[in-house]
């Protein structure tokens, strides 16, 4: 099992920037994968980026080039720089923590942070 708290995230323009955190309660290198989705009012969950174990990243095709997964290894965390934020970033962003058993995984999730774009 894994805790996942995340912090960061707020109002801000558009064009402007926000970085996430996304700590674990466990080293994340036990983790096959990390990763942020965001649900915007009235949608479902979206990928928006993955990080696994070995450090291949992972984009939603939309956002590759203004978002960007990171790690620190020695703080069981996972970041989510997002830059050149749109009004339609608005959303819950949730951290993912995947545990994946081969033929089955399971995943765990975070409470979520807001984050409002303005135009």
């Known amino acids: 099992q894994v805790q996942l708290v995340e912090s960061g995230g707020g109002l801000v323009q558009a064009g402007g920037s926000l970085r996430l955190s996304c700590t674990a309660s466990?080293?994340?290198?036990?983790?096959?994968?990390m990763g942020w989705y965001r649900q915007a009012p009235g949608k479902q969950r979206e990928l928006v980026a993955t990080?696994?174990?070995?450090?291949?990243?992972n984009y939603a095709d939309s956002l590759k080039g203004r978002f960007t997964i990171s790690r620190d290894i020695t703080k069981n965390t996972v970041y989510l720089q997002m830059n050149s934020l749109k009004p339609e970033d608005t959303g819950v962003y949730y951290c993912?923590?995947?545990?994946?058993?081969?033929?089955?995984?399971?995943?765990?999730w975070g409470r979520g942070t807001q984050v409002a774009v303005s135009s």
């Open positions: 993912n923590a995947r545990f994946d058993y081969g033929s089955d995984y399971t995943d765990y």
């Open positions: 466990r080293s994340i290198f036990s983790i096959n994968a």
């Open positions: 990080i696994t174990r070995g450090g291949i990243t």
